[in-house]
């Protein structure tokens, strides 16, 4: 199944200045899923993981590439129903994490 998205997010603990408008599109196939979106660096990211779901909570795990310095990242994300927090880090600088809605079509 595609699914089309259009996600709004916030960056929690981080200096810099980020994309906060992410479309996206995302390919699911049981519980594999991959896709394309535009990143909070205002760059093209592809991605590809596993997803698990449990009534309305889900947790992503796979891997991210479109990150400035940084070919190959490890994905992860929690959601709940369209709410989802995300791990974020500055290089060298700052942990914090991207939470946001998505909405989908």
């Given at each position: 199944?595609?699914?089309?998205?259009?996600?709004?997010?916030?960056?929690?603990?981080?200096?810099?200045d980020?994309?906060?408008?992410?479309?996206?599109?995302?390919?699911?196939?049981?519980?594999y899923i991959a896709g394309v979106y535009?990143?909070?660096e205002s760059n093209i990211s592809?991605?590809?993981?596993?997803?698990?779901?449990h009534n309305d909570f889900g947790v992503e795990l796979g891997a991210v590439t479109g990150?400035?310095?940084?070919?190959?990242?490890?994905?992860?994300?929690?959601?709940y129903n369209n709410f989802f927090i995300a791990p974020a880090h500055e290089v060298g600088k700052n942990t914090g994490a991207v939470i946001?809605?998505?909405?989908?079509w």
């Open positions: 199944m595609i699914e089309f998205a259009l996600a709004l997010s916030l960056h929690i603990g981080l200096e810099g980020y994309n906060e408008i992410h479309p996206h599109i995302r390919y699911n196939n049981e519980n535009y990143n909070s592809t991605y590809a993981g596993k997803r698990w779901e990150y400035i310095n940084q070919p190959l990242l490890p994905y992860a994300r929690v959601t946001g809605y998505e909405f989908k």
